[in-house]
């Protein structure tokens, strides 16, 4: 950090040394919060709201950074710093600013459209260099802010205000993606489930490096139901598939039902029928990044669960303190650089 | 043989060969050798976009000019009196920047049917007279640099890249220039390889005992040391200057550096300097494009950073939304922009002011972006820290325009004390007590520095449209209203804090020649040249090009005519006209090319025989 960064950081007071541990309420601004009656972003914001208080983390510690969308307004209900950057920025603005600052919490608050259209390049680099940031992707499968086009992760043949004959994009899995952008950590959760939520939010905030958290987001004004298969209490246990990192991976309503490797080929076993037992199933393992891919491949597969939890959680050096080490070690080797040096660098003359 | 030895006042070179035969390299040498010994002198670089064109072709030369001597040398010079041709093709493209009565020093190895039919020559020109009208000294320089190297067993290839030095040795015998610079700069590049730190420095003696030794060269020249002001000097190209610049700006305001930019033609240079700078804290980003550059750039400084990114027009042009962030988020930025000839990918290579009007205006919505630009290569650093002191102290991105002329071109540079630089340190914001994020200060309009890490100072900006003093979004129509003047009024303050402009030159007369940016020296050479003669013209020069500075409309109103010299079709111009309603005329030529004093001075003549 500079000279002057670290004077002002070092004289500031804390403000009012909050006698007990902040709330949730600590977190929300004086701002009214403008989503539609019923969007699922309420629950992500109070979710968010809710785990900050336990990261230990001073509040003015804690950055919020958004690009457009419906969900990109959440840091204007934050009382944190926040930026609401432009369209597919936020990331990249985001990765400037923890190179500038790594003492600071970085989330980046991004949707479908956001995060993976205008700013699918900016992501992609974002995690393949693993840079101490968190992004939470709202996954609606829409563009709501718009008002209701279809995004890149809107199914093929969805029918919308520019698909009138039904969307022709191949949607992306976005848990796929981060894995193939080697991102560090990579999880599935949704709005509709605030205990696993905070959880996942929980352990994305904890980890070192990328954190890329795809939450499944119902937009009730533009796509309502879209993700109700894995979030209503009527289907969810017979559609879902919670990843818990050394279980194997059960499901169904009776627990009766597993996934079993067949080669690559991941295919779901009934534990009732007398020919497999737990012992043949897949046991979760976040470490194994070849797994991680298996199992985010199962998204979109018609007959089975959807996977949700952690995919991946894996230790690499951040992007943003290789830079500071490669600093620091440039002012040992060479000694810190003065304006005499600087300037006088290379062959020089003198005039008299 | 007696040699004799005479003397002149400047010297314009010019090395022309294949884009591999290294000929930026000798260029860079005879630039440095002639610096340390005291010349004024100002280079043109001048090569292909592609990196190793297919050899002996006419698109594949590269050349590098130099003009040099014991007087004030403002340009690269018109037209060289020398040309050192590798090649039939170099000396195809690059006879017509020779004077009548010059010097043409040829390898004739390059010269064999091959590179005849690829320069498109029917006869081979060095064996009938049309080159009559020129001194033409033939040598084998592939042949002599074989020669040279003959018992060291070196691959033909390694070989074969040592011949520059040869002609790079005569040179240095004819212009009577040490060669000890040269040698320490080998020594020192292949330090690790000995064998080829030894062939080069060969080839290099060899190619001055040989203009010694044999009868070719009966004259050598003496280019006495210029009258430059006392200091300690170095030889600087704008891009260096523009990337010391910023350096020391982040040291005078006490802010780490932090850059963001993505690999350009002319620019990358900079980011090449800067990723070097690690030991004084700067932190270089190369983005995955321009856009995560400038934004990246723009996330930097609201952690407090003294946040840059760099760039030449079809970059800027992807640039432009994110500027216009940073201009309604009130964050400090530097632009930096190499101009190059456009539109579209264009020339990467060449030159051109075609930007001034995309840096002033260039942006959705009423975007003001203060704007300065640099006028020689040892400007850049002057000018590029005026432009992150303006940011800082103002909370605004600002442009700093140069171009590939400035960027590439270089010249011997007075190094400044640093203690006569200012400190532009800002005030950070740290009391929570009345903090409202879009409180402005009264002087200056300038929104107040919070950064992450205060305590109690936590608020939210973004791009939509800001309430005044709260900051909170508004879609108010009176505010935004407000809020449109404001930033503009912003702006226009700097005009309070800015020196005026000056005329070089008599304050009142007949003509005033008005430039900006990489056109200054050839400008002042023409207006000298026109004034040694009795004419009465005078030259303003504009660093400031938003705001102009106060006294502009003063200046233009003194004089009967008004010229403006641009690299362009009429930038500048448009925007005097606009403001002061002069009836200015334009000079403009659009050719990937500096513009010659020759040039200047005709259109002068041309001026001013009009008004009789
Ligand atoms: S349009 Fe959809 S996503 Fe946007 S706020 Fe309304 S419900 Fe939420």
């Known amino acids: 950090m500079s000279v002057l960064v670290e004077e002002i950081l070092s004289n500031v007071k804390p403000a009012d040394a909050p006698a007990a541990k902040p709330s949730a309420r600590d977190f929300q601004s004086d701002q009214d919060v403008r989503w539609c009656p019923g969007c699922g972003d309420y629950s992500i914001l109070a979710q968010t709201q809710r785990i900050l208080p336990d990261l230990n983390i001073p509040r003015e510690k804690m950055v919020f950074i958004s690009g457009i969308g419906c969900s990109s307004r959440f840091p204007y209900y934050m009382e944190t710093y926040g930026f609401h950057g432009i369209h597919g920025r936020a990331t990249a603005i985001a990765s400037g600013l923890k190179m500038a600052r790594p003492d600071l919490s970085i989330w980046v608050i991004t949707g479908d459209g956001d995060g993976l259209s205008i700013g699918g390049n900016h992501m992609i680099h974002l995690m393949r260099r693993n840079i101490d940031v968190n992004v939470i992707l709202f996954n609606n499968q829409i563009y709501g802010l718009t008002k209701g086009q279809y995004s890149p992760t809107s199914e093929k043949g969805k029918v919308t205000k520019s698909t009138p004959l039904g969307s022709i994009d191949y949607p992306f899995n976005p848990a796929s993606l981060a894995l193939g952008s080697s991102c560090t950590f990579v999880a599935r959760s949704m709005d509709r489930d605030p205990k696993h939520m905070q959880t996942v939010l929980k352990r994305a905030a904890e980890h070192k490096g990328t954190s890329f958290v795809e939450m499944y987001q119902n937009c009730n004004v533009f796509n309502d139901g879209a993700f109700f298969t894995f979030t209503e209490k009527e289907s969810r246990d017979e559609n879902v598939l919670y990843l818990e990192h050394g279980k194997p991976l059960i499901f169904g309503k009776e627990k009766d039902k597993g996934i079993h490797l067949d080669g690559f080929t991941p295919t779901v076993v009934s534990l009732k029928d007398g020919k497999h037992s737990v012992s043949d199933l897949i046991v979760h393992n976040e470490k194994d990044s070849t797994l991680a891919f298996i199992l985010a491949n199962m998204t979109y597969q018609e007959n089975l669960p959807r996977p949700i939890g952690i995919f991946q959680s894996l230790e690499r050096p951040t992007y943003d303190a290789m830079m500071t080490q490669q600093i620091e070690s440039s002012i040992e080797k060479r000694g810190k650089g003065t304006m005499e040096k600087l300037l006088n660098a290379g062959e020089t003359w003198t005039i008299q | ?612």
Not at chain 2, 140 to 145: F, M
Not at chain 2, 291 to 310: D, E
Not at chain 2, 432 to 445: Q, S, V
Not at chain 2, 560 to 584: C, D, F, M, S, T
Request: hydrophobic residues 40%; proline residues 5%.
């Open chain 2, 1 to 612: 043989m007696v040699k004799t030895t005479k003397s002149l006042d400047e010297v314009t070179i010019r090395f022309a060969g294949d884009s591999g035969d290294g000929m930026q390299l000798t260029g860079t040498q005879f630039t440095n050798t002639s610096a340390i010994m005291g010349n004024d002198l100002s280079t043109l670089p001048d090569y292909p976009a592609e990196i190793r064109a297919p050899q002996g072709t006419l698109f594949g030369v590269s050349g590098f000019q130099i003009h040099f001597g014991s007087k004030e040398i403002n340009t690269p010079g018109d037209q060289c009196d020398v040309l050192v041709a590798m090649n039939a093709a170099a000396l195809k493209v690059n006879l017509r920047s020779l004077v009548n009565g010059g010097a043409i020093i040829v390898n004739t190895d390059g010269f064999n049917d091959k590179n005849l039919k690829l320069a498109g020559y029917e006869a081979n020109p060095l064996n009938n007279d049309s080159l009559s009208k020129y001194q033409v000294f033939q040598v084998d320089i592939t042949k002599l640099t074989n020669l040279a190297l003959a018992d060291m067993n070196l691959p033909q290839k390694i070989v074969d890249r040592t011949k520059n030095f040869f002609a790079l040795g005569m040179m240095y015998w004819i212009y009577n220039r040490s060669i000890g610079s040269t040698i320490e700069w080998v020594n020192d590049k292949f330090k690790s390889k000995a064998d080829i730190a030894e062939a080069n420095i060969r080839v290099l003696k060899a190619g001055w005992n040989f203009a010694e030794t044999t009868e070719i060269f009966s004259v050598r020249y003496d280019v006495k040391p210029a009258s430059l002001a006392p200091g300690k000097y170095r030889n600087i190209t704008g891009n260096q200057a523009t990337a010391l610049g910023l350096v020391a700006a982040a040291n005078k305001a006490k802010l780490d550096l932090f850059l963001g930019s993505y690999p350009i033609t002319p620019a990358s240079d900079i980011l090449h300097d800067l990723s070097m700078y690690k030991q004084y804290g700067v932190k270089t980003f190369q983005a995955e494009d321009e856009i995560a550059g400038v934004t990246g750039a723009i996330g930097a400084s609201f952690g407090g950073a003294l946040a840059v990114t760099t760039t030449s027009g079809p970059g800027l042009a992807l640039k432009t939304e994110a500027i216009g962030l940073a201009v309604m988020v009130e964050l400090p930025i530097v632009v930096v922009n190499i101009q190059r000839g456009g539109p579209s990918t264009g020339l990467p290579t060449k030159t051109e002011q075609a930007d001034l009007l995309q840096a002033i205006y260039g942006r959705n919505g009423e975007a003001p972006v203060p704007v300065i630009a640099a006028s020689t290569p040892g400007d850049c650093f002057y000018s590029v820290f005026e432009a992150s002191r303006i940011a800082l102290k103002y909370m605004t991105p600002v442009m700093f325009l140069s171009d590939g002329y400035l960027g590439n071109g270089s010249e011997p540079w007075l190094i400044p004390n640093p203690e006569s630089l200012p400190d532009i340190s800002p005030k950070f914001r740290t009391d929570p007590n009345g903090y409202l994020p879009y409180l402005r200060d009264e002087k200056t309009l300038a929104r107040e520095w919070a950064i992450p890490g205060t305590p109690g100072l936590e608020h939210r900006i973004g791009g939509l449209e800001k309430e005044d003093k709260t900051g909170n979004v508004s879609y108010d129509p009176e505010n935004h209203e407000r809020m449109v003047r404001l930033r503009a009024e912003k702006v226009e303050r700097i005009a309070n804090d800015i020196p005026p402009a000056q005329v070089e030159g008599d304050e009142k007369g007949d003509l005033l020649v008005v430039g900006w940016g990489g056109t200054y020296g050839a400008i002042r050479t023409a207006v000298e040249q026109k004034r040694a003669e009795g004419k009465s013209v005078s030259h303003l020069h504009l660093h400031y090009l938003n705001p102009l500075q106060k006294n502009v409309g003063e200046i233009l109103y003194n004089f009967k005519h008004v010229l403006v010299a641009e690299i362009n079709l009429g930038q500048l111009i448009k925007v005097l006209r606009a403001k002061y309603l002069v009836p200015a005329v334009g000079l403009n030529k659009i050719q990937g090319l500096p513009f010659k004093a020759s040039e200047i001075e005709k259109k002068i003549d041309e001026v001013l025989g009009n008004s009789k």
